[in-house]
Nanobody, 122 residues
Framework: QVHSVESGGGLVQAGDSLRLSCAASGRTFSSKTMGWFLQAPGKEREFVAAVTWVSRTYYTDSVKGRFTISRDNAKNTVYLQMNSLKPEDTAVYFC????????????????WGQGTQVTVSS
């Protein structure tokens, strides 16, 4: 099992940057694909980015060129560097462990963290 704790969220202005961290526990972390998702009020959880155990990365179109996902297996940590933030990026951001199927669906992930709030003002 891999359990996750997210941090790094906050209130920023449009155009600013934030780096989210996801500290994961569990001996299998280095062999797992990890994903970041966001959830805005009243909406379903949406895919943001994923990083495989060999650091291959996947992004949703709206964040390509602005967000970068990375991992440090020595620290059991996944990062999401978010640049050029926009008000529409406002949401709670979660990380989770991929268990099966495609990387783009929240249904294929487990061991969710509690989330970290990102608020971007215009």
């Amino acid at each position: 099992q891999v359990h996750s704790v997210e941090s790094g969220g906050g209130l920023v202005q449009a155009g600013d940057s934030l780096r989210l961290s996801c500290a994961a526990s569990g001996r299998t972390f280095s062999s797992k694909t990890m994903g970041w998702f966001l959830q805005a009020p009243g909406k379903e959880r949406e895919f943001v980015a994923a990083v495989t155990w060999v650091s291959r990365t996947y992004y949703t179109d709206s964040v390509k060129g602005r967000f970068t996902i990375s991992r440090d297996n020595a620290k059991n940590t996944v990062y999401l560097q978010m640049n050029s933030l926009k008000p529409e990026d406002t949401a709670v951001y979660f990380c989770a462990t991929h268990v099966s199927g495609t990387y783009y669906s929240a249904r294929n992930y487990d061991y969710w963290g509690q989330g970290t709030q990102v608020t971007v003002s215009s």
